[in-house]
C-alpha cells in the first residue's frame, strides 16, 4: 500500500493517521501542493488522502494550483477508481472534482461539534462500529451545499447538510477533522485565516473553554480514527491490519 497525501498548508497533514499507517506498515508521500510541489504520477500510488487548508475551493485566481488538483482528484475516483479519503477541504475538492457545489456556510463550525450518521452512514462499511452520534473537530466556513450525481449523505448535522459523503465504491469525504492531534488548536492557530475564523466562531473570551473540551476529547478523537482506518483499510482490501480498540 502507497499513500499519496495532498497537503494545502505544512500544519494540516495527516495527524493521528501518520502514527497508524506506521504501525500498519504503510508507507506515504505528501505532496506540499500550495509551494508548488508537483503532483507525481498517480499511477505509482494506491490511496489518495487530501488534507485540509485555509482557501476555499473556487479561489483559483488566488491558488491557481486548486485547477490542476481538483484534475487530478477527478481522474484518481473516476478514471483511476482508486480509493480515496478526503478531509475538510479534500472533503470540498472531492464534491467539486467530480461534479458537485461548494459554497460558503450560513454557520461557520469551529471546534467539538455533534453530527449524526444517516441511515446510509449506518450501513455504510467506513462507519461500522462508529456512531449513530458522532463527537466531531471542525474548523471550516465552506460547506458542500450540491452533491455531484450519485453521492450518498453519510453524516450530517442542523448546521451542515453533508458532514460525510461517499461516491462510487470507495471515494469517502469527511467535512470534520478526523486526524485531530493535541498540537491542532495550538498549530492551526498560528494560521491567519483560521486564527480569525476561530475568534469570529468561538468569541475569544471562550477559546479556552473550547480547548479544554477538544484536550478532553482527544482519547474518544483518537479512538474513531482509529476505527475507521480499519475500517477502510479493510473496505480497500488491506489485510493484517490490528483491528482498533
Known sequence: MNIL???HVDVEHPGVFR???LDAGLSWHAVEIDEGEPIPSLEDFDLLVVMGGPMDVWEEDLYPWLKP????????VMDLNKPFLGICLGHQLLAEAVGGRVA???LS????????LTDAGRSDP???GIGPDL????WHSAEVCELPEGAVVLAENDACGVQAFRFGRYAYGLQYHVEITDKTISEWGEIPAYKASLEDAVGIENIPKMVAETTSLLPTYRAVAERLHTNFMTLIGVDNLVVAR
Open 5 to 7: 497525501v495532498f497537503q
Open 135 to 138: 463527537k466531531t473537530f471542525q
Open 104 to 106: 460558503p456556510s450560513a
Open 109 to 116: 463550525e469551529v471546534g467539538p461539534t455533534p453530527a449524526k
Open 126 to 128: 467506513f462507519f461500522s
Open 19 to 21: 502514527d497508524l499507517w
Open 69 to 76: 488538483e481538483k484534475e487530478a482528484i477527478r481522474r484518481w
